[in-house]
């Protein structure tokens, strides 16, 4: 994935509301071991991202992903395939 | 590593509840001694936390029928509603609830979970859309897992936002939309008509789980649905046998003939026993009472507003407005255990809820109240209220 893409940007712009400064947020960062973001609030961001992206995130894919970096495919994947 | 190392979180949990008294979970009554009280050791308790809206577990008319129903079948069907587990206890229990919700069909399961389980994850297949409430049972949430269709969650009690979640799905695909009439931490409602309509703008259909909400609302005590005026156009309502009902099993009924055909598919229904012929003629009992006696509907709503007008009065945070499902919000889990612990001291059993149990990992104080609750017990259930403070 390229870093420098809208949807990588977006998406690394809404996390850094659910988490404090110290914390990188990079294709590779993991979304609840690294970003300490609970279930509660992973529910709220997808919400965000999809909104953000107007596209729709299964709970089945969502269950899959574990990086920024799936999350961002995942993402685009959907928006391509509109 | 050992299976059972990933407990070890749960059972710490449970150990440091324990430290504050009593274990909450699991907790054994002795004796029933009505529907409101129990007795544990020698100390009479008022129940506050049973879901026993109408309070007919010890109903003349349902024990009767219960005992009429083992005489005449037995104590179990030994077999499954497909094989040799369909009695004319079970057929006659679903046309009265045929009759009772003006529905073309109706499917009695053998608990509530598996009606949700053994319909929905039916109804949706592969290549289908599931849209629930993020607020949903866990029931819901299990049948979205063994279903092969997409689940997506819209935001609790949101018609707009599951309006755009609508739209954005592909037009492949059939959609149903799965929402429930009273929710059972918070006892908060859905604007169900106005799901209703956003469901079918977007060609979706519409499921209401109504297993807290039938016996309590509407003129004729049909749920949600027929209290917003919309029975008529929700295409599938379950409910359970084991609040309102006094029983155990489950039911869905459909304004859809064909959802007959899910007898054939689902199965939580094909491969379980069915219910017991003495659970299935209580059930029967209780919805004929139900249906006569609105005077239950009425005793429970003036428990509740003299419950919840108290509780407001001592300066209690209440999630939602007066109805059968009270929550009582409290800062933290520890304050909870806590004071669900100086409540039972105090000779007064309501529900405890914690996180993960609970919505937006709030702690709370679930009290659920029963028509059968005379005004002076809730005035004891104040008083010990009063005393948490």
Redesign the interface.
Known sequence: MNVDSTVFQSIRTILSGYVDGAHEIAPHTRIIADLEIDSVNVFDLIMEIEDANDVSISMETISTIHTVGELTDVVESLIRAK | MSLFDKFERLRERNEYAKTFGRSPIGMPFEEMLSPTRARVGNREIILIGTNNYLGLTFDHSVLRAMTDAVERYGSGTTGSRQANGTYTAHTDLEDQLKAHFGAASAIVFTTGYQTNLGTISTLAGQGDHLLID?DSHACIYDA?RLSDA????F?HNDPE?LQ??LQ???DTGARLVVVEGMYSMFGDVAPLAEFVDVAHANGAMIFVDEAHSVGCYGPMGRGIAEEQGVLEQVDFLSGTFSKSFASVGGFCISKHAEFESVRLASRAYLFTASGTPANIAAAGAALTEMRLRPELRQQLWDRSRQLHAGLAKLGFDLVAPAGPVIAVRRPDEVTAIREWNHLFADNVYVNLAVP?ATP??TSLLRLSVSAAHSSEEIDAVLAAFERLL
């Not at chain 2, 997409?150 to 969650?153: E, K, P």
Request: aromatic share 0%.
């Open positions: 993020s979205c997409a689940t997506h969650r935001k936002n755009r979640r954005r799905l592909p993960p937006g990992g």
